[in-house]
């Protein structure tokens, strides 16, 4: 099996900036894709962005442009680099990814954008 552990959350104001980690550990042959959702309160849980094995991103409309992915497969490591935030941006951010077909999700690390 496949642990996903993420850190980097916390409160920020407005305009600020946070980077989230996810490191995963476990049973792990090959992990295809890696991402991030995040669950804000009384929303449904979101795509905010993944990047698949060959290094293909997509990002959702609503963050392009203010946060990055990247990912360290040496280290099986995702990260989101995430600017200018705003309110909107409050949530449960997710990680997520999928090896040898079989996806896992880790517990989840609170963002609030506030003032």
């Known amino acids: 099996q496949v642990q996903l552990v993420e850190s980097g959350g916390g409160l920020v104001q407005p305009g600020g900036s946070l980077r989230l980690s996810c490191a995963a550990s476990g049973s792990i042959f090959s992990i295809s894709v890696m991402g991030w959702y995040r669950q804000a309160p009384g929303k449904q849980r979101e795509l905010v962005a993944y990047?698949?094995?060959?290094?293909?991103?997509r990002y959702a409309d609503s963050v392009k442009g203010r946060f990055t992915i990247s990912r360290d497969n040496a280290k099986n490591t995702v990260y989101l680099q995430m600017n200018s935030l705003r309110p909107e941006d409050t949530a449960v951010y997710y990680c997520h990814a999928v090896n040898l077909g079989v996806a896992y999700w880790g517990q989840g690390t609170q963002v609030t954008v506030s003032s």
């Open positions: 990047i698949i094995n060959g290094g293909n991103i």
